[in-house]
């Protein structure tokens, strides 16, 4: 099989986006399935870093296709804004290079205002969206009163209905979140009509690519975005994006059969963080959450927030791994950790006065559990130049080995760095080696 799924295992900025460029050495195709440009990746390549929000991280392997999928939604100025940015970094980003699906979902102008008014309007209740309207939007698919890349080929017959969805936003933002704010419909035209411009020559169909490329047994990448404990379906509600981030979102938001699922690799941090709101059983308030969030670079690549920080949970963990039916686990950023003393994993929660193995669905019940923690002798020795998996400290090899039993699945990749070959094999990692 030559396909690849490659998502978060956590609450996401894991490190996917590094491993996505890394593993598509050999890739022809790489694919955006789901979210929009509220997910970042960032890739050092050679001393150079560079963030992506909507194209995928193949972008900076030359012979590499990147499709985004019918499954993502897209702010058409903000991708102008991406493509800009790259073609300034020496990166031209052509039709033969980029494919958009024509099925995929537009966020206009009223869908961030109505994302920031809601926020505003719950106040302390509010759940830490990153105002960029992605949710608003995927609503307005599930309404079917959204906008289509595809639509834009006739803004004429598209003009009554842009009129009519500002018209009902406006009064919602009014009259329902009593918002001072109301979008002019001039803004949103002139958007759609630089978005039609410039995009709709990289417009078609990523199902029918995809399906021959698999024909022709061709590899794929498939990349996901934010991670699995923040699945719209399966996550910490409300709390959690508004797509499907685990492996199965790959069927829908690419229009591909499951037979053409090869390999699943779930991305966990050596520790966890969060973003936002939401539940955190392993989180820390003191010095140590400082320290890790400093030695790792903790803050979003799109917003600049400081990333809650925590150990890692087994127990998390493992729920991910089941819920996306991962072959293996990809553990970034082992460097962050070294020189601790000790360094706790969570093998259990205990709720109510019973030890449980699960992560509870209702979300007071999760916010409510305490951790168990197994403890594990740290390293001090500086990992970041290791380059194979005996070039480890043995304490840093018991402590993957550790969360690999406690998570019931392999550990194939360890992270010891930002840059693109600070990655290490271990003796599983068959399938990623023979992919490459």
């Not at 047994?217 to 509600?237: C, I, N």
């Not at 109510?352 to 001090?380: C, M, N, R």
Request: net charge neutral; hydrophobic share 40%; charged share 25%.
């Amino acid at each position: 099989m030559s396909s690849l799924v490659v998502i978060g295992a956590q609450w996401g900025d894991e490190g996917k986006g590094k491993l996505v460029d890394y593993l598509s050495a050999n890739a022809r195709y790489v694919v955006r399935f789901q979210g929009g440009n509220n997910a970042g990746h960032t890739l050092v390549v050679g001393g150079v870093t560079t963030k992506l929000r909507l194209i995928p991280s193949g972008i900076l392997r030359p012979d590499t296709k990147c499709l985004i999928g019918a499954g993502v939604v897209v702010d058409g100025l903000r991708l102008i804004d991406e493509l800009n940015e790259l073609k300034s970094a020496g990166i031209e980003v052509t039709p033969e290079r980029l494919l958009i699906d024509e099925n995929i979902e537009l966020v206009l102008e009223y869908h961030r205002a109505v994302d920031l008014a809601r926020e505003e309007y719950k106040g302390e209740n509010k759940i830490g969206t990153t105002g960029r309207g992605i949710g608003p939007c995927y609503e307005d698919r599930a309404a079917r009163s959204g906008v289509r890349l595809c639509e834009l080929r006739d803004l004429n017959r598209l003009r009554p209905k842009i009129e009519e969805n500002v018209k009902q936003k406006n009064l919602y933002l009014k009259h329902v979140l009593n918002s001072s704010v109301q979008v002019p419909f001039e803004g949103v035209w002139s958007a759609l009509e630089a978005t039609a411009h410039a995009l709709l020559p990289y417009a078609g169909g990523v199902s029918t690519v995809l399906n021959e490329a698999f024909a022709r047994e061709e590899r794929v990448v498939f990349e996901g975005a934010q991670a699995a404990l923040l699945d719209l379906t399966f996550g910490s509600v409300p709390y959690v994006t508004s797509s499907n981030t685990i492996a199965g979102g790959v069927l829908t938001g690419c229009g591909i059969g499951p037979k053409h699922i090869g390999y699943v690799l779930g991305v966990a941090k050596a520790y966890c963080t969060r973003v936002g709101e939401g539940p955190f059983p392993t989180e820390l308030h003191d010095d140590l959450a400082e320290t890790i969030r400093t030695r790792g670079g903790e803050f979003g690549t799109n917003t600049g927030r400081p990333r809650r920080c925590g150990w890692m949970d087994a127990v998390a963990l493992r729920y991910a791994v089941k819920l996306s039916g991962v072959d293996s686990l990809a553990i970034t950023k082992l460097d962050v950790l070294a020189g601790l003393e000790k360094i706790r994993i969570c093998h259990r929660y205990r709720l109510h006065g019973e030890k449980i193995q699960h992560v509870p669905a209702y979300l007071h019940d999760f916010a409510s559990v305490t951790p168990e923690y197994v403890e594990l002798e740290g390293w001090d020795s500086d990992i970041k130049h290791a380059t194979k998996w005996h070039h480890l400290p043995a304490s840093a090899r018991l402590y993957l080995n550790a969360i690999a039993e406690l998570c019931e699945c392999p550990v194939s990749i360890a992270g010891v760095g930002a840059e693109r070959e600070s990655t290490i094999f271990s003796s599983s990692a068959d399938f990623l080696r023979n992919f490459m």
